[in-house]
């Protein structure tokens, strides 16, 4: 059993957000500013016959911001030896189609900054990338997150206690969960009805 004292995130996230600032430096572009530059320099790219392209046929993730969610989410639900995780079970497919129809742009917004602020905590307590990082380290920076999930002022706890949700729901929505997981066998119509073997109630007497 693990003896790491626990974190206080509040009290911790000034220090990491300094560090990640120093060494990310640029880096630290908030996650929309960022798929803006991306997008505008595809688009730049992108044949005219393309630009017709419409919101419900466009990805929401990045590229790197798939692979991190599919890391992230695996982390909370794991493959194991009776059944897939959630990368099995294609979640972030689920979360992307979430967020991709969702029409509240700060929900997504604030997912977006909620994967920029995880990756900065794990650049600073492991020293690499959440992706980069191995099994015990993602589990320790999902742990730090876990024991202060009632911080719901800080941005970085919004985000985990709403993709622990979404893989959840997306995990055990999923042939995966509910099958392999659950063991769950369908709808089986009953050939025969079985009655109960209870003893018939005692004879009244006449009167």
Avoid at 108 to 121: H, P
Avoid at 171 to 200: A, F, Q, W
Wanted: proline share 5%; net charge negative.
């Amino acid at each position: 059993m693990s003896t790491r004292p626990r974190i206080d995130l509040k009290q911790d996230r000034r220090q990491w957000l300094k560090n990640s600032a120093t060494i990310l430096g640029a880096s630290l572009l908030p996650m929309p500013m960022v798929s803006e530059v991306a997008q505008a320099e595809t688009a730049a790219e992108t044949p005219k016959e393309n630009t017709g392209e419409t919101r419900s046929s466009a990805r929401f993730l990045t590229p790197a911001q798939y692979i991190l969610v599919d890391e992230l989410t695996e982390t909370i639900i794991p493959a194991d030896s009776h059944s897939g995780g959630a990368k099995a079970a294609k979640v972030v497919e689920y979360i992307e189609q979430v967020l991709q129809e969702s029409v509240e742009e700060e929900r997504r917004a604030e997912f977006q900054e909620g994967l920029r602020l995880v990756d900065l905590m794990s650049r600073h307590y492991s020293g690499k990338s959440f992706v980069e990082s191995d099994s015990k380290q993602r589990v320790s920076i999902l742990t730090i997150l876990s024991e202060n999930e009632a911080m719901t002022e800080l941005p970085e706890v919004r985000f985990f206690r709403e993709l622990r949700a979404l893989t959840i729901r997306g995990y055990y929505t999923s042939k995966i969960g509910i099958h392999d997981d659950l063991d769950y066998k369908g709808n089986r119509m009953i050939v025969e009805y079985v009655g109960c073997d209870d003893p018939p109630p005692p004879a009244t007497k006449s009167t």
